[in-house]
């Protein structure tokens, strides 16, 4: 009966952080122009669940944010972010959210403005996945976790990764935003990713 109490206490939390996050992303939509959807391809108003992955190297070149549809599938996006993992890994103990906007002009080769909780730390880029595609195969079982990689044949040494489940909600602006399903996997922190239109 407990266990039964506690389930529907952790639905209702969950609901009610997916509808203000929609509340939010309608009430920012007059401020945005329509453009097309991140991923380029019709997706439900509804929530829907994708896996984030980032990947952190451990000799302290830039992090990489990547989504797909669940662990064993393509990239819907793969993304270096202007944080080292030093950087990423003390900003993560207060949670992070990450806002990206669109630079104009950026059509062939995307990249954005990107802010670490509300402060400005330089730009973002969509890159096809390298040598970080080894990392993303070894991971193939893991839906949630976070550890350390090791790769002997690499000059990279190794990354260090968090992984979890987010929400993805889509603002009435064609905006996006993705959402730590579960903080509990993450140390009880407030993951959050806002990808805005131009």
Not at 13 to 40: E, V, Y
Request: net charge negative.
């Amino acid at each position: 009966m407990e266990a039964s109490a506690e389930t529907s206490v952790n639905s209702q939390h969950q609901l009610t952080l997916g509808n203000l996050s929609r509340l939010i992303m309608d009430l920012l939509a007059p401020f945005w122009a329509c453009n097309k959807l991140i991923f380029s391809r019709c997706l439900s108003d509804a929530l829907t669940l994708v896996t984030g992955t980032i990947i952190c190297p451990i000799n302290g070149n830039k992090v990489k944010l990547c989504l797909q549809e669940n662990t064993k599938s393509v990239p819907l996006v793969f993304i270096e972010l202007p944080l080292s993992t030093a950087g990423f890994t003390s900003s993560i103990d207060c949670g992070v959210r990450i806002v990206l906007e669109p630079v104009p002009d950026s059509s062939i080769t995307q990249r954005w403005v990107t802010y670490c909780n509300g402060q400005k730390v330089g730009f973002a880029r969509r890159l096809e996945v390298g040598e970080e595609k080894w990392v993303l195969e070894m991971m193939q079982m893991v839906s949630t976790g976070a550890g350390i990689l090791f790769h002997k044949g690499s000059d990279a040494g190794g990354y260090k990764y968090l992984r979890g489940q987010f929400e993805q909600i889509i603002g009435s602006d064609d905006s996006e935003a993705y959402h730590l399903a579960d903080p509990s996997y993450w140390f009880g922190q407030e993951f959050s990713v806002f990808f805005l239109s131009n």
